[in-house]
Nanobody
Framework: EMQLVQSGGGLVQAGGSRRRSCAAPGFIVGNYGIGWFLQAPGKERLAISC????????VYADFLKGRFTITSDNAKNAVYLQMTNLEPEDTAVYYC????????????????WGQGTQVTVSS
């Protein structure tokens, strides 16, 4: 069973940046599709990005407007989500998850999930 460990949450001011990390100890992340999701209070979990290095695929939700970048590092068994120009509407719990390939948007397509980390963007 794959374990995903997330880090990088916290409070940030609007317009600021934050990098989220998702580590998969003992697994080569490049062999899988890794997705990022956000879940705002009282709302459903939304797919925001997915990366699959084997086929050189990276995809993003349109509503991000190019503000987020997903990368992976096989040497560190980790995937990162760099978030820039953050807005209060980005306040949510962010999750990473593993799937067989990208793109994927449905949560049921993902087999293992990180613990989730909160990002709060103040105006």
């Amino acid at each position: 069973e794959m374990q995903l460990v997330q880090s990088g949450g916290g409070l940030v001011q609007a317009g600021g940046s934050r990098r989220r990390s998702c580590a998969a100890p003992g697994f080569i992340v490049g062999n899988y599709g890794i997705g990022w999701f956000l879940q705002a209070p009282g709302k459903e979990r939304l797919a925001i990005s997915c990366i699959e290095r084997a086929d050189d695929i990276t995809v993003y939700a349109d509503f991000l407007k190019g503000r987020f970048t997903i990368t992976s590092d096989n040497a560190k068994n980790a995937v990162y989500l760099q978030m820039t120009n953050l807005e209060p509407e980005d306040t949510a719990v962010y999750y990473c998850a593993v799937t067989g390939w990208c793109p994927q948007k449905a949560t049921v397509a993902f087999d293992y999930w990180g613990q989730g980390t909160q990002v709060t963007v103040s105006s």
